[in-house]
């Protein structure tokens, strides 16, 4: 590959899903929700990952994991998820987390990313995490993003420990 060659995408990397989600959210969630990363907050719990404000005044941190790397023999890209569709977060009272999810699948799956092959609610699978999401890639690759911490409207340090199982903020 010359220097003068384009990079290849990467968005199954952590740092460039964190970029690819940041993006989606911005364009897709008409000023609901403000992002910032974990850098830009100083947030030290993961290397990479998103604080969500939501209309409420609650924080949602998401840690994003690559989680399994491209098997080298499937195609980099391909019909991406179908289009979702969900209801505007509350901008009063306690936010569902099962809502956040859908939030994020809704922003991931408007962009129509050839490179994105299914996007899961975490809640959904019963897992040891129970919010987040599992994004899978056509390559074979796979990101997590785990609800990390929550931190209530009005407070200001996170409620529920690390991995929370709460169902709402």
């Known amino acids: 590959m010359s220097a ?3 990079a ?10 964190e970029s690819l989600l940041r993006t989606c959210l911005d364009e897709n969630t008409r000023n609901q929700v403000q992002v910032a990363t974990f850098a830009e907050t100083g947030c030290t719990h ?3 990952g998103l604080r969500l404000t939501l209309p409420t005044g609650a924080e949602v ?11 080298g023999r499937a195609e980099p890209q ?9 209801a505007a977060l509350p901008a009063v009272g306690k936010t569902p987390l099962t809502a956040v999810e859908r939030h994020l699948i809704r922003a991931l799956t408007a962009r129509q990313d050839p490179f994105i092959r299914r996007v899961e609610p975490l809640s959904a699978a019963n897992g040891a995490i129970p919010y987040g999401l599992h994004v899978t890639f056509h390559c074979g690759a796979a990101v997590c993003c785990y609800v990390a911490y929550l931190v209530p409207a009005g407070y200001s340090r996170p409620l529920g420990g ?6 709402q903020v």
């Open 8 to 17: 290849l995408l990467q968005p199954w990397q952590a740092s460039e899903f």
């Open 46 to 48: 993961s290397r990479y």
């Open 162 to 167: 690390p991995y929370p199982a709460l169902r």
């Open 61 to 71: 941190y998401l840690q994003i994991v690559a989680a399994r790397p491209p098997d």
């Open 4 to 6: 003068l060659a384009p």
């Open 78 to 86: 391909g019909t991406p998820p179908p289009r979702q569709r969900t």
